[in-house]
Antibody, heavy 120, light 109 residues
Framework: QVQLRESGPGLVKPSETLSLTCTVS??????????WSWIRQPPGKGLEWIGS???????NYNPSLKSRVTISADTSKNQFSLKLNSVTAADTAMYYC????????????WGQGTLVPVSS | SYVLTQPPSVSVAPGQTATITCGGN??????VHWFQQKPGQAPMIVIY???DRPSGIPERFSGSNSGNTATLTISRVEAGDEADYYCQVWDNSSDLYWVFGGGTKLTVL
């Protein structure tokens, strides 16, 4: 059974960089045809795809966030990470990591999410 | 970029049928997935590839997709179905990315 777990600081200051890590168990970030993804949800609002990293290491980002986002993977730890720089209060959200097993497929496994407030 | 449009809210009495729509340009040519999200929980897939149902999802949940509208239908609605529902597609028209609808709050009266 694949499990994902997000971790990272509970609070980020405006203009700083938000950094989160997703630890994967029961599956490998470096094998298969999987896309490992980040999705966020501001309080009381809908879901927004942030970006994904393919098992080969190639990445795709939401055009609205592309200039501020970097997703990378650490295969030795079976983790993938999100960095979002120059954050503002609008980046306050629940951040989820999730898996897609191939192009066009749904997000089939999700982490429980981690709330990241952006505040001074 | 591709846009998916959902009604903000749908209300239905227990035992009745709830219909949640997801509009998009020629969405019938794409494969649509539906997620259910209850308060404090991560989203969970209830319908994938337009009309397939994961194991453990009741047969009361069904999906269809044609033209410019995809539809999630919940028959014999129960109180436990009250949740937010999101449609989602994969779009590669300009770049490779995933799109969510704005979500629909299903209220069971």
């Amino acid at each position: 059974q694949v499990q994902l777990r997000e971790s990272g600081p509970g609070l980020v200051k405006p203009s700083e960089t938000l950094s989160l890590t997703c630890t994967v168990s029961g599956g490998s970030v470096s094998r298969g045809s999987y896309y490992w993804s980040w999705i966020r949800q501001p309080p009381g609002k809908g879901l927004e795809w942030i970006g994904s990293i393919y098992y080969t290491g190639s990445t795709n980002y939401n055009p609205s966030l592309k200039s501020r986002v970097t997703i990378s993977a650490d295969t030795s730890k079976n983790q993938f990470s999100l960095k979002l720089n120059s954050v503002t209060a609008a980046d306050t959200a629940m951040y989820y990591c999730a898996r897609v097993d191939k192009v066009g497929a749904p997000f089939d496994y999700w982490g429980q999410g981690t709330l990241v407030p952006v505040s001074s | 970029s591709y846009v998916l449009t959902q009604p903000p809210s749908v209300s239905v009495a227990p035992g009745q049928t709830a219909t949640i729509t997801c509009g998009g340009n020629q969405i019938g040519s794409r494969r649509v997935h539906w997620f259910q999200q209850k308060p404090g929980q991560a989203p969970m897939i209830v319908i994938y590839y337009d009309s397939d149902r994961p194991s453990g999802i009741p047969e009361r949940f069904s999906g269809s997709n044609s033209g410019n509208t995809a539809t999630l239908t919940i028959s014999r609605v129960e109180a436990g179905d009250e949740a937010d529902y999101y449609c989602q597609v994969w779009d590669n028209s300009s770049d490779l990315y995933w799109v969510f609808g704005g979500g629909t709050k299903l209220t069971v009266l």
